[in-house]
């Protein structure tokens, strides 16, 4: 059964950087379509970074540049680099996964991390 779990959320200030964590079991990352989303309360979840295979990388454009998406073949772990932090990033933060190349769904989900941003 696959599992992945986020870690690495927390509070910080405006400006911080965090670096999210998603461990893998029973897919393997390296193989898979793989990306981070956010929520906020009242708001649907919001793709912000897609990882595909052969490394090709898609981000949401108002990140400004502000995140990058990464993985580690032999820990099975996806990362997702946060710099720059702003409020407006506050919330939680779900890793996703489809079996195969991305086609805009995902099979199997984490349970979140959530990211606070104040001053």
């Known amino acids: 059964q696959v599992h992945l779990v986020e870690s690495g959320g927390d509070s910080v200030p405006i400006g911080g950087s965090l670096r999210l964590s998603c461990a893998a079991s029973?897919?393997?990352?390296?193989?898979?379509?793989m990306a981070w989303f956010r929520q906020t309360p009242g708001k649907g979840r919001e793709e912000v970074a897609r990882?595909?295979?052969?490394?090709?990388?898609w981000y949401d454009p108002f990140l400004e540049g502000r995140f990058s998406i990464s993985r580690d073949n032999s820990k099975n772990i996806l990362y997702l680099q946060m710099n720059s932090l702003k409020p407006e990033d506050t919330a939680m933060y779900y890793c996703?996964?489809?079996?195969?190349?991305?086609?805009?769904?995902?099979?199997?989900w984490g349970q979140g991390t959530q990211v606070t941003v104040s001053s």
């Open positions: 996703a996964a489809a079996a195969g190349y991305c086609r805009g769904t995902y099979d199997y």
């Open positions: 029973d897919i393997s990352v390296r193989s898979a379509c």
């Open positions: 990882l595909e295979l052969y490394e090709d990388t």
